[in-house]
């Protein structure tokens, strides 16, 4: 998986998936984040928020053993246009931290663009293996709801773009070092165009 890594003063970092690794960056203009979320395949799995949100509890009901060996989720998200960001919140809470809002309104700015303005986009919420799974499921809900209410009320994107799904610890970057910071992200998926309009 190709990685493009924004790691700016603020300790935010952002990575925008395709398809082989690429040397970290220090910075990431508009272009590539419109890039990584424009980046649609053929073979793209149909996911909405209510099938994905199903499949992570089905994940932790299933499967009980260590992270190192679970499956991962049968959905392939990773064959989805996507960026992963690592927000700041506070310890345990669903709050951000006012340092992560420039990376937010980063994001917030791609969506503005045109050449996003007619798609969809679901915001997952994932954490390490620290906590209860249950516990983890409702904080990482709670995180993509924070992320979404921001980009919607504070930077303007249509609410009708954006739905929250927390993935909780059934996703994760790092399964051989599941308490890892890295699982402690936030991705927002490209899944389709916007529905048309009623006449």
Same mark, same amino acid.
């Given at each position: 998986? =190709? ?5 700016g003063?603020?300790? @935010?970092?952002?990575? #925008?998936?395709? @398809?082989?690794p &690429?040397?970290? /960056?220090?910075?990431l203009?508009?272009? !590539?984040?419109v ?10 799995? &149909?996911v909405? $928020?209510?099938?994905?949100? /199903? ?12 992270p190192?060996q679970?499956?991962?989720? $049968?959905? /392939?998200?990773? =064959?989805? $246009? ?9 310890? *345990?809470? $669903? +709050? ?5 809002? @420039? ?9 503005? *663009?045109?050449v996003? !303005?007619?798609?969809?986009f ?13 516990? *983890?499921? =409702? ?7 924070a992320? &979404? ?6 930077? %303007?994107?249509?609410?009708?773009r954006?739905?929250?799904?927390g993935?909780?610890?059934? @996703?994760?970057?790092?399964? =051989? ?8 992200? #936030?991705q +927002?998926f %490209? ?9």
């Open positions: 998986m =190709k990685s493009l890594m924004l790691r003063a603020l300790t @935010a970092a952002l990575l #925008v998936s395709a @398809a082989a &690429v040397a970290a /960056q220090t910075d203009s508009n272009a !590539q984040i890039q990584g979320l424009n980046n649609l395949t053929q073979d793209a799995p &149909v909405t $928020a209510a099938s994905l949100r /199903q499949a992570a509890l089905d994940h932790a009901t299933m499967y009980s053993g260590p190192s679970r499956p991962p989720l $049968a959905i /392939q998200l990773d =064959k989805l $246009a996507q960026i992963n960001v690592q927000i700041q919140f506070k310890l *345990n809470s $669903a +709050i951000i931290l006012p340092d992560s809002y @420039a990376t937010i309104g980063a994001i917030a700015d791609a969506l503005h *663009n045109p996003l !303005q007619g798609y969809r679901i915001v997952t919420g994932n954490t390490d293996t620290t906590g209860t799974r249950e516990h *983890n499921l =409702k904080l990482s809900q709670e995180r993509a709801d992320v &979404v209410e921001a980009l919607t009320t504070t930077f %303007n994107v249509n609410p009708a954006l739905e929250a799904v993935l909780g610890e059934e @996703a994760l970057q790092d399964t =051989k070092n599941p308490e890892s910071p890295v699982n402690r992200r #936030v +927002i %490209n899944v389709g165009p916007l529905p048309p309009r009623p006449r």
